[in-house]
Nanobody, 114 residues
Framework: QVQFVESGGGLVQPGESLRLSCAAS???????MAWYRQAPGKERELVAR???????VYAASVKGRFIISRDNHKNTASLQMNSLKPDDTAVYYC?????????WGQGTQVTVSS
């Protein structure tokens, strides 16, 4: 089973940008990739997903600000996050959208604060 490791999080101010990366332990060419996030005290939510053919779907809260991408040659997925808001503060995870890996990876913390 392919496993995922997230990186790229950090502390930024509102309005700034971050780029998250997801490294897979195997080929992702046939995997429907997704980014999720979980804020303190809240359930994990889907942020964005990208099919193996490149079709992208975004949560309403991030549409127009975040861009999901994938590189099937490098077995990576990325999430470019622009115009960050305090509400974007969460731990971000990547996973297989159709058949999520269990257990989930450790995620990467994103904190947006002035």
């Amino acid at each position: 089973q392919v496993q995922f490791v997230e990186s790229g999080g950090g502390l930024v101010q509102p309005g700034e940008s971050l780029r998250l990366s997801c490294a897979a332990s195997g080929s992702i060419i046939s995997i429907y990739m997704a980014w999720y996030r979980q804020a303190p005290g809240k359930e994990r939510e889907l942020v964005a997903r990208i099919s193996s053919l490149g079709t992208r779907v975004y949560a309403a809260s991030v549409k127009g600000r975040f861009i999901i991408s994938r590189d099937n040659h490098k077995n990576t997925a990325s999430l470019q996050m622009n115009s960050l808001k305090p509400d974007d503060t969460a731990v971000y995870y990547c996973n297989n959208y159709v058949n999520p890996q269990a257990p989930w990876g450790q995620g990467t913390q994103v904190t947006v604060s002035s």
